[in-house]
């Protein structure tokens, strides 16, 4: 089945503790992003990666790095999470770009205290 | 940047009630979609369209790219057709970024 995979669902940490995100897709998708959905704000992007170590900033890329050593994963990375940064978390996959349909995993809410 | 804006923002429909959810865009896309994020949280892809007309059973949307908006309908709702749902572009001249709008929320009640 065709799937964009998350990593945890669920998380509740605090401040500083270093914590990763894993999104995993199996379409061989050239394009994956990273999006935070806060109240009354819809998604914004966080980062975004067109192919294998193409990576690059998206609107609200503070305090987050991502890496993109395999097509298939795309990891976000919280160095030193804050509470602001408590949200709903999405990754999505498409075939080139932005353009094409994207395919979104089932999400990841992360509290930071 | 691209402006995004969705209306209504909030919509209670009685089961069986038609709406129409709007998306206007500030600038010349390549790209549209729209979304459902069900109760649960899951973002589902509901239509991809650039321009013109499609229908997928009881919902069916318009884009009409020179006057830069589009048009979602839902026919005979359903409560299972609750939830928030989302346009989102990208607009000429970029392929690597997606404009989402911050949605309109339907309750559809019995």
């Known amino acids: 089945e065709a799937q964009v995979t998350q990593n945890p669902r669920y998380l509740i940490t605090v401040t500083g503790k270093k914590l990763t995100v894993t999104c995993s897709q199996n379409?061989?998708?050239?394009?994956m992003s990273w999006y935070r959905q806060d109240p009354g704000l819809g998604l914004r992007q966080i980062y975004y990666?067109?192919?294998?170590?193409?990576?690059d900033k998206g609107d609200v890329p503070e305090g987050y790095k991502v890496s993109r050593k395999e097509k298939r994963n795309f990891p976000l990375i919280l160095e030193s999470p804050s509470p602001n940064q408590t949200s709903l978390y999405f990754c999505?996959?498409?075939?080139?770009?932005?353009?094409?349909?994207?395919?979104f995993g089932d999400g990841t809410r992360l509290s930071i205290l | 940047g691209i402006q995004v804006e969705q209306s209504p923002p909030d919509l209670i429909l009685q089961e069986g009630a038609n709406s129409t959810l709007r998306c206007n865009f500030s600038?010349?896309?390549?790209?549209l979609q729209w979304f459902h994020q069900n109760p649960w949280g899951q973002l589902i892809n509901l239509f991809y369209?650039?321009?013109g007309t499609k229908q997928n059973g009881r919902l069916s949307a318009t884009t009409v790219a020179t006057e830069r908006y589009s048009l979602l309908y839902i026919s005979s709702s359903q409560t299972t057709d609750s939830g928030v749902y989302f346009c989102?572009?990208?607009?000429?001249?970029?392929?690597?970024?997606?404009?989402f709008g911050t949605g309109t929320r339907l309750q559809v009640t019995l």
């Open positions: 990666s067109m192919n294998v170590e193409v990576t």
């Open positions: 989102a572009v990208s607009y000429t001249g970029t392929a690597s970024k997606l404009t």
């Open positions: 369209i650039p321009s």
């Open positions: 600038d010349s896309v390549n790209n």
């Open positions: 379409m061989n998708h050239e394009y």
């Open positions: 999505a996959s498409s075939k080139t770009g932005a353009r094409q349909p994207q395919h």
